[in-house]
């Protein structure tokens, strides 16, 4: 019987599934229900270990939300990052429900259902700071807050088991530039009568203190413009706006021009013009087609790659493969974002590959030219003592943040048995009151490959490990089933197994190999052959070269 994971929540009660990002970094979306309604908050992705081979992106499993999808009322997204709404495409063809964000998060969220052509669709509601959203007996009010990039939001909801705050991804920016910053006043004063539960990012829970500011960022990135005598090159987030802003006003400042090298780049900061959220200054902005008028000590570069992505502009222009842009000597390039976990190595080799041809790095790690948009342990403890919860639950991060989370509500003051940890598929049940887990529900993500969605599971990746390690070896056979004789063969070729020119001598041993299995074969029992060339070739490589590559034999008779 197939399970319908169903659990009868009643008229005082909210159930929250978390579907993806509890105990990892990315992915995020949970699901919060009510006896009559449910509503999703955040649809996001995230981006392949490298050990998925051939994985473009991994998304949530979404069966819990469409058994139940009766009682969906509408999908809340946080902010514009590809972890928070990069799901969406996969989401939205099954539901019809609006989506709620700011008018910069929506703008992204429909570039990305417009490469799916779903944009046309899907009824994308713009809401703003303090505005209240009903969805069936939950109401939503959106808490503006500071992060990596413009347009954030936490969560205030009212629920039948009373009050929950979802902080969203943010930070607490002392000294904001440009007024971007975290309402704690509109998060005080929604938990002034109570909060039941709240959820927060856990993300930096590890670091001490507070985040640098934006404010010192520009002064740190101010002090560089006014001492580089080249090119400047900075390579940051392409949805980081506010960084941006920073760019364009120093670069007036000194008198510079900016050239935009990167699509995501180039769309973004056209959507953030578009929306008023983004001040050019007048002919800051130039086309690359004309960097050739312009002296280096009067250009600006904002280039891709800020994670060594192989095919992003900065890494083009390390290998010398870009069609625009080589390094020049006295180059400045800035890496303005942090090095995420899994991509330090190519970073690392796009930075050697930059010193090779002679320009000069500078990143997070040797100055301060990027802020987290992740609060820091004093900025968590801070929006503790503003919610001042009954219950709590750290969310957005990976397991060891969770628990670390938790010991810093523990230190605040509220009690171990009311502080929970939970990991994705972990229901858990909320009341005025109390808390209780329920039964786990799957979710095991999915894996999108090209146009393929789940179709791709441990068998098909174990292949894929065993080709990448080990190579492949391919026989190929035709034989006469009249007279069982051999009309073509057996031909072996190997890909990715052994170099053919200097291993002459295996393979023609091998096909040694494969014909003495022929004559013992009985004529036109082609799965036995195969099945026997297969393991006889496998041990035999094994044997001689220690190595066990993949190997296919076709048998074709005529």
């Known amino acids: 019987m197939t399970p319908t994971w169903r659990c009868a929540v009643t008229d005082h009660e909210l159930k929250i599934t978390p579907l993806g990002g509890l105990g990892e970094i990315g992915m995020n979306c949970m699901v919060l229900e009510t006896n009559s309604s449910m509503v999703i908050i955040d649809c996001g992705l995230m981006f392949p270990e490298h050990s998925l081979f051939g994985i473009d992106v991994v998304i949530p499993r979404f069966d819990y939300i469409l058994k139940n999808k009766d009682k969906l009322k509408g999908i809340v997204v946080t902010h514009g990052h590809e972890d928070h709404i990069g799901a969406l495409p996969w989401l939205v063809p099954h539901v019809d429900v609006p989506v709620f964000g700011s008018e910069f998060t929506l703008g992204l969220a ?166 008023d959220y983004l001040r050019i200054g007048g002919g800051t902005l130039i086309n690359m087609e004309d960097l050739h008028r312009y002296n280096d000590d009067q250009l600006v570069l904002l280039v891709t790659g800020s994670q060594g992505e192989p095919l992003a502009s900065l890494s083009r222009i390390a290998q010398g493969e870009h069609r625009q842009l080589r390094i020049h000597k006295g180059d400045l390039v800035l890496m303005s974002s942090r090095f995420i976990p899994g991509n330090v190595r190519a970073i690392t080799r796009v930075i050697n590959n930059l010193y090779r041809l002679g320009a000069e790095v500078m990143y997070e790690k040797v100055s301060g030219i990027h802020a987290s948009g992740h609060a820091h342990r004093e900025e968590l403890r801070i929006m503790l003592e503003t919610v001042d919860p009954k219950f709590f639950v750290p969310v957005h991060g990976e397991y060891r943040h969770l628990v670390k989370h938790c010991r810093l509500a523990h230190e605040y003051g509220v009690a171990r048995e009311r502080t929970v940890i939970l990991e994705d598929g972990d229901p858990l049940t909320l009341t005025a009151t109390s808390i209780r887990l329920e039964e786990r529900v799957p979710v095991e993500c999915i894996y999108v490959d090209g146009k393929g969605v789940g179709d791709v599971g441990q068998s098909v990746l174990k292949e894929r490990h065993l080709l990448g390690g080990e190579g492949l070896v391919m026989v190929n056979m035709v034989v006469d089933k009249s007279t069982g004789e051999i009309l073509f063969g057996p031909d072996i070729m190997s890909k990715g197994f052994v170099f053919e020119q200097q291993y002459s001598h295996l393979l023609e041993d091998a096909k040694c190999i494969v014909l003495d299995i022929f004559e013992n074969i009985r004529p036109g029992d082609t799965d036995k052959l195969k099945e026997r060339i297969r393991s006889s070739l496998r041990r035999f490589f094994r044997r001689v070269l220690e190595r066990d590559p993949v190997v296919v034999p076709t048998v074709v008779l005529l």
């Open 110 to 275: 429909a570039s990305r259902l417009k490469e799916h052509n779903l944009d046309r669709y899907v009824d994308m509601r713009v809401v703003n700071g303090r505005d209240r959203v009903e969805l069936g007996d939950i109401a939503v009010n959106f808490f503006e807050v500071c992060h990596s990039i413009v347009g954030g939001f936490g969560l205030g909801l009212e629920t039948p088991a009373g009050k929950v705050v979802h902080t969203g991804d943010f930070k607490i920016d002392r000294y904001p530039l440009h007024g971007v910053e975290t309402d704690l006043k509109a998060f005080e004063e929604f938990s002034t009568s109570g909060v039941v539960l709240m959820m927060s990012d856990s993300t930096n829970v590890e670091r001490d203190g507070y985040s640098l500011t934006e404010r010192e960022i520009m002064a740190s990135l101010k002090q560089i413009f006014g001492q580089a005598e080249g090119r400047i090159l900075v390579t940051l987030f392409s949805s980081h706006i506010q960084r941006m802003q920073e760019v364009f006003e120093l670069a007036k400042e000194y008198g510079r021009k900016v050239a935009v090298s990167g699509r995501s780049l180039a769309r973004n900061i056209e959507l953030a013009d578009e929306l």
